[in-house]
């Protein structure tokens, strides 16, 4: 069972920057796997926010983040990155990292297989 251990969350001012790691638990690789970031607000569904594929060639991202955030992999790393720009308010959520067969399952997440456990970002002056 790959297990997915996020990092990086915190407390940042509108217009800061924050960097999430997704990292596999040792003994676990990513390059097998799509990888995506969601992010679950307080009273909201959970939304994809960017999702790359297994070479990192094909990239999505929500309309909401595109231009601020940048997904990134290093599978010698066995690491997936999300750095956020240009932060604001309404960007505060649970972020997860999630694994599965594409990216599609950015949009089709009956496409993931596994989730990590979240780490919490708030924008708040």
């Known amino acids: 069972q790959l297990q997915l251990v996020e990092s990086g969350g915190g407390l940042v001012q509108p217009g800061g920057s924050l960097r999430l790691s997704c990292a596999a638990a040792?003994?676990?690789?990513?390059?097998?796997?799509?990888i995506g970031w969601f992010r679950q607000a307080p009273g909201k569904e959970r939304e994809g926010v960017s999702c790359i594929d297994r070479s990192g060639e094909i990239i999505w991202y929500t309309d909401s983040v595109k231009g601020r955030f940048t997904i990134s992999r290093d599978n010698a790393k066995n690491t997936v990155l999300l750095q956020m720009n240009s932060l604001k308010p309404e960007d505060t959520a649970d972020y997860y990292c999630?694994?599965?067969?594409?990216?599609?399952?950015?949009?089709?997440?009956?496409?993931?297989?596994?989730w990590g456990r979240g780490t919490q970002v708030t924008v708040s002056s």
């Open positions: 999630a694994a599965g067969v594409a990216q599609a399952m950015c949009k089709l997440t009956h496409m993931v297989n596994y």
């Open positions: 040792s003994g676990f690789t990513l390059d097998r796997y799509a």
